[in-house]
């Protein structure tokens, strides 16, 4: 097997370590320093005998001189060149270029690393910033209330002969007004302040059952066993600090007690590692599709993977992420999501690949399926709840490419999209 370029460079180290004159190196293996020094600079390949003498000489393991984080620092550094495709940069020479300049490289790939790191910070804000109803509402309770002590200050201004006991009754509200605006704003200072971590702060009752479900794992050993009980668990837990949630929590922890009853964790490991088709699994345990593809979702020791469940208007109930498929916080997805596509044609299995955009595109695997919540009425409409696992597939594996999906309009980099809602403040990075 070929051996990195970069395996000249660890030699040529290991070599100034052990204080080795190359020289005397390349006659102990039988080569000339010429050819040695044509190796150690990454401009020749090394394997065989050969390696292994080297190796043996400088007292280490070929496979220490032939293996190595490298891997990783040009991984980054092909991600860094893709972000501009419209430069002429020397993919070809990455490897030489890593080898003779490490430290360059080093600093090319941190800084690629910051800057993806940056971007996924303003999707968070920008994300938030939008769609966040409580700092929406926020800022509406102190405009209200500015409004309010603006227009009681202006009569008091205005008017000269004002009744006093009018006179009173308008200080009096301006009292409670400024006390009120400073409750608000204090209020709005703590909670941006707790948000700085735009990822981990919940701001509804919604949010606080996502943060509970993420901090087990999305796995609950009580329920699988059958012995815990919802609503004890809900009420107990210190992550729900609301009524709202602890009773939001409470209604899905009882689903999954009924989805382990239903399809118990060994024999439905069993069956999905089996066929992996969600309609053949459904019909062994006699269950819905949707359940079972809750119930991978669950599995702890079942594949990686995310879920998204929305209601009949796209709006998110329920979010398991996984690495690579950007799901929004606040909002509603990406209108080619299969989720979004399986509400327009209910009870109708859909399995879909996509990919998201990337210096790398990631592929996966989604299956999505739209149900109706209750049994069917003729005096009331139909409530329908839409189910998508994503299944993350081999980022090395040579597939079929999948449909450009993104996160969410506002911060998808694809300029070029018919389902476009509005403008995406990333559309330049791409």
Known sequence: MPQSRLTGSRIRERR?????????????????????????????????????????ELGAEPVSLTEGAEAALLGALRDAAGRRPDQDVELDRTEGFAGRFPGWAGLVAAQHGRIEELERLVESLSDRLTHDPHLAASLH??????????????????????????????LRNVGEDSARLTDSAQGLVDYLEAGSDVEETPISP????????????????????????????????????????????ARMLARYQADARNMPGPRFAAAWAQSRDPGQV??????????????????????????VICDGSGALSFRKPVEGFSIPRFGTGCPLWPLYQAL????????????????TPRRFICLAICQPQAAPS?????????????????????????????????????????????????????
């Open 16 to 56: 100034m370590v052990r204080g080795i004159r190359q020289a005397d190196l390349a006659r102990t293996v039988g080569i000339s320093p010429a050819y040695l020094n044509l190796i150690e600079h990454n401009r020749r390949r090394i394997g065989g005998k050969l390696l292994v003498d080297i190796a043996r």
């Open 344 to 359: 327009t044609r209910p009870s109708q299995p859909i399995r879909t690949r996509v990919e998201m955009p990337g210096r």
């Open 141 to 170: 309770e102190v405009l209200s209330t500015v409004t309010a002590i603006r227009s009681a200050a202006s009569i008091l201004t205005d008017t000269t002969d004002i009744d006093p006991d009018w006179q009173a009754r308008f």
């Open 378 to 430: 003729f005096d009331a409409p139909p409530v329908f709840e839409a189910t998508m696992l994503i299944l993350p597939e081999d980022p090395m594996a040579e597939t079929e490419p999948g449909l450009p999906v993104g996160g969410s309009c506002r911060v998808c980099p694809r300029e070029v999209c018919g389902a476009r809602r509005e403008p995406s403040i990333l559309s330049g990075r791409g």
């Open 206 to 249: 919604q949010e606080e059952v996502a943060a509970f479900l993420d901090g087990i794992g999305f796995h609950i050993p009580a329920l699988e066993s059958g012995e815990g009980d919802p609503e004890a668990m809900a009420e107990a837990s210190e992550a729900l600090h609301t009524s709202a949630a602890r009773d939001m929590a």
């Open 282 to 307: 459904a019909a062994r345990f006699h269950v819905d599709p949707a359940a079972v593809l809750r119930r991978v979702a669950a599995l702890k020791s079942g594949p990686t993977c995310g879920l």
